[in-house]
Structure formats: C-alpha cells, structure tokens
C-alpha cells in the first residue's frame, strides 16, 4: 500500500505551528484580559486594549477552526495506513512472495477427467447460473433441492465444530453502518467494493467479521473473560469489482455468498497463539470433510489493510488442478481495536489496553459446496457426501441427478 508520508508529515508539523500560535495568542489574551481590569480600576481608558482583545480573540477562533480542520486530515490520512507486518510475514509485492506452511491430505487421482463444479451442478439438477443472472445479472448463484440443503448442511456441520471448540454462535444484522465499517478497516479503502445503501447510510456486510467484531465496540471488557469466541453464519455481499477470468464462472468469486467467520478477541500476549488455533480450527473442517489443502502464510504485499499476519488455507480443486483460497486467518493485533476503541481491564490490575482482534473463515460455504462437488465426484457425474456430512443431509450417500421444470 502507497502512503503519503510526506503529506501527513507535512500537516503534522502545520498543525504544531497552529497551536504554537494558539497558545501564545490564548496568553496574550489572558494578559490583556488582565490589562483591562487594570485600567478600568484605575479609571483609565480601555478601549484600545479592548479592540485589541476583541482581535486577538477574532485569530484564537480561527486558529482554532484551522487546527480542527487539520486535525481531520490528518484523521483521514491515518485511516489509510494499514496495520504493522509481524517480523515472521514474509517480504514481498505479491502472492508470489507467500510461503507455504504446511500441506494435509492428498489429491486424487482421478481415472476419468474430473469435471468442474459448474458442469457437474447443471447436470444433477442442483445449480443453474443462468436463471441466477436473469434474475439478478452476472455472478449470482441458484442452487436447487440437494444444490441448496448441502449448503445448509456445510454451515451447520461447521458451526458445530465451532461450538464444540468452545465459540458462541451469534446470529448478526447484515446492514452495519459506516462507523461500523470503518472500526474494522474496511472504510475507507474498500469503499468501491461495498454495497452501500445511500437511502439509510448502510452498508451491507462484505463479512460478518464486521458485526462480530463491533458487538463490542467502544467497550472495557473484564480480562478474565479473555479470549471471546464468537463465531457467525451469514451472507456476504462484496462488488469484487476488479476479478476477472476464471474466478468469475460459478462459485468461486461471486457478489453474495454464504460464509460461516470466527472472530476472537483476545490479549496481546496471546494472540499469535490465538491465531494458530484459529487457522487449526478452520483446518478441521476440511479435514472433516476429506478435502487435500494448504496452508501459506500471505506476503506484505499480499496480506489485508487490518492483518499483522495472514494464513490463507487453499483447497484442492481437481478441475483447475491447483489449489484455491477457501480460508483466511488473520491476526489484526490492536489495529481494529483502537479504531472500535476496544479495550480490557487485566486481572492483575492497572490501565485498561487494547484488545487483539483475530478473524478466520470457518469457511467460505460455496467454496466449500465446490470443493466436495469436485473432489467427491464419480465418473457417472454423480457426488458421494462425506461421511462428516450425512448426518446433515438424512444419511443421504449419493447425490443424483435430478430433472428441474425447464430442464
């Protein structure tokens, strides 16, 4: 991210200068103010002390109107400076700089050509695209019968794992406002890519991260109630304005998605320890579901304008052979918490501090939906469900084509 150092520089040592000026202004003032009384005990004649005070007070207001407005550029030049890397990120301008971390199960080999998501949801009947965009344009989705019960299924089996981890399901408005956006930084750099409702100065939530988080906004929280679990199943709406290629068929990148978020708030001495649980948690369910993935940590120039440290974990797709972003843990340090002016009061007493904040995707739910279709598939086109998941979908092994009215 391109900062204007030199900027904020600038109307830092402006805004010294200012109230340099205001104070010495503020104690002639004061003198004067002194003056007056003086004279006009003694019988003397004020008047050009007074018209004196009266300009001297005219240039403390404008001082004063000054330095509030350079008190809110500076504001806005501070809110596009992105959190601080850890030391252990690795350097670079982009994912090519990532570093992969670890790798768990194996892809499959496949004695027939695997098709991808879009062609096997058409053919059983359970995906259409097309009906999707006639309703709401491009890159929307319909899922129908066993198309739309496994993505219930998928957010269900994984807010129970979540909650046997020890999270609280909390269910969150999907219209957050500004401050709301902006606590958690995504105001005002990722303004182009949010739905905004102009109406109602709402936004609709890109991730439900923002709601999780802002529950606790501007609040003193008691440290024994260290680290807070929470974890949440919504809808996304994201613009995603500059993706392009291949990302933009079916699933994989479209303008409203469901997604299951964990966000943890924690201390600061515990949450890079946080942040390996978190990216483990989200790890258990695809090794739930026997879906091959990665882990890598995110370059500099990769990594999010909140995140001090990123793990994106990437699923196997056999149909693009390659492996795709499905999760992404950050640790957020203080960055969110001193924007939502979030705090803790430790048990061993003193200062309240500023919490960490540390979100993860537990997981995408349609990345996930491709993932099992994928990998799962048979050559006859039909999908085995994991055994994690028939208990979601009344035992049901096999998912068969269906015929659709219009099909």
């Given at each position: 991210?391109?900062?204007?150092?030199?900027?904020?520089?600038?109307?830092?040592?402006?805004?010294?200068?200012?109230?340099?000026?205001?104070e010495?202004?503020?104690?002639?003032?004061?003198?004067?103010?002194?003056?007056?009384?003086?004279?006009?005990?003694?019988?003397?004649?004020?008047?050009?002390v007074?018209?004196?005070?009266r300009?001297?007070?005219?240039e403390?207001?404008?001082?004063?109107?000054e330095?509030?407005?350079?008190?809110e550029?500076i504001?806005?030049?501070?809110?596009?400076?992105?959190?601080?890397?850890?030391e252990?990120?690795p350097?670079?301008t982009d994912?090519?700089?990532?570093?992969?971390?670890r790798?768990?199960?194996?892809?499959r080999e496949?004695?027939?050509?695997?098709?991808?998501h879009?062609?096997?949801?058409?053919d059983?009947?359970?995906?259409?695209?097309?009906?999707?965009?006639?309703?709401?344009?491009?890159?929307?989705?319909?899922?129908?019968g066993?198309?739309?019960r496994l993505?219930?299924a998928?957010?269900?089996?994984?807010i129970?794992?979540h909650?046997?981890a020890?999270?609280?399901e909390?269910?969150?408005p999907?219209?957050?406002t500004?401050?709301?956006?902006?606590?958690?930084?995504?105001l005002?750099k990722?303004?182009?890519?949010?739905?905004?409702?102009?109406?109602d100065?709402?936004?609709?939530?890109?991730?439900?991260?923002?709601?999780?988080?802002?529950?606790?906004?501007e609040e003193?929280?008691?440290?024994?109630?260290l680290?807070v679990?929470y974890?949440?199943?919504?809808?996304?709406?994201?613009?995603?304005?500059?993706?392009?290629?291949?990302?933009?068929?079916?699933?994989i990148r479209?303008?409203?998605f469901?997604k299951?978020?964990?966000?943890c708030?924690?201390?600061?001495?515990?949450?890079?320890?946080?942040?390996?649980?978190?990216t483990?948690?989200?790890?258990?369910?695809?090794?739930?579901?026997?879906?091959?993935?990665?882990?890598?940590t995110l370059?500099?120039?990769?990594?999010?304008?909140?995140a001090?440290?990123?793990?994106?974990?990437?699923?196997?797709?056999?149909?693009?052979a390659?492996f795709?972003?499905?999760?992404?843990?950050?640790n957020?340090?203080d960055f969110?918490?001193r924007?939502a002016?979030?705090?803790?009061?430790?048990s061993e007493?003193?200062?309240?501090?500023?919490?960490?904040?540390?979100?993860?995707?537990?997981?995408?739910?349609?990345?996930?939906?491709v993932?099992?279709?994928e990998?799962?598939?048979?050559?006859?086109?039909?999908v085995?469900?994991?055994?994690?998941?028939?208990?979601?979908v009344?035992?049901?092994?096999?998912?068969?084509?269906?015929?659709?009215?219009g099909?």
């Amino acid at each position: 991210t391109e900062i204007d150092v030199g900027a904020l520089l600038e109307r830092d040592a402006t805004r010294r200068q200012v109230i340099q000026n205001l104070e010495a202004l503020q104690a002639e003032r004061n003198e004067t103010s002194k003056l007056i009384g003086e004279r006009k005990r003694a019988g003397e004649d004020a008047t050009e002390v007074m018209e004196r005070m009266r300009a001297v007070g005219d240039e403390v207001k404008r001082l004063d109107a000054e330095r509030k407005a350079i008190d809110e550029e500076i504001r806005e030049l501070l809110l596009t400076l992105p959190n601080l890397a850890h030391e252990s990120v690795p350097v670079g301008t982009d994912e090519s700089s990532n570093r992969e971390e670890r790798r768990w199960g194996t892809p499959r080999e496949f004695d027939f050509e695997p098709r991808d998501h879009v062609e096997l949801g058409e053919d059983l009947g359970i995906l259409d695209m097309g009906r999707a965009a006639k309703i709401s344009g491009a890159r929307f989705s319909a899922q129908f019968g066993m198309g739309a019960r496994l993505e219930r299924a998928l957010a269900a089996y994984m807010i129970d794992l979540h909650e046997a981890a020890g999270y609280t399901e909390v269910l969150t408005p999907y219209l957050v406002t500004p401050d709301s956006m902006m606590a958690t930084g995504q105001l005002p750099k990722f303004a182009d890519d949010a739905f905004f409702i102009d109406k109602d100065d709402l936004y609709l939530i890109p991730t439900s991260e923002v709601p999780l988080v802002n529950l606790h906004r501007e609040e003193t929280l008691d440290g024994a109630v260290l680290p807070v679990k929470y974890c949440g199943y919504t809808p996304c709406f994201r613009r995603e304005a500059g993706s392009y290629g291949r990302d933009t068929r079916g699933l994989i990148r479209v303008h409203q998605f469901n997604k299951v978020e964990m966000v943890c708030i924690t201390d600061a001495h515990s949450s890079y320890e946080t942040l390996e649980a978190i990216t483990a948690q989200a790890e258990s369910v695809l090794q739930g579901l026997k879906l091959p993935y990665r882990v890598v940590t995110l370059s500099t120039g990769d990594m999010g304008f909140s995140a001090a440290k990123t793990y994106d974990i990437e699923v196997w797709l056999p149909s693009q052979a390659t492996f795709r972003e499905i999760s992404s843990c950050s640790n957020c340090t203080d960055f969110q918490a001193r924007r939502a002016e979030i705090r803790y009061r430790p048990s061993e007493g003193g200062k309240s501090r500023f919490v960490h904040t540390l979100n993860g995707s537990g997981l995408a739910v349609g990345r996930t939906l491709v993932a099992v279709l994928e990998n799962h598939q048979q050559e006859d086109g039909t999908v085995r469900v994991p055994p994690a998941l028939r208990p979601y979908v009344g035992g049901l092994e096999l998912i068969e084509a269906v015929v659709r009215p219009g099909n």
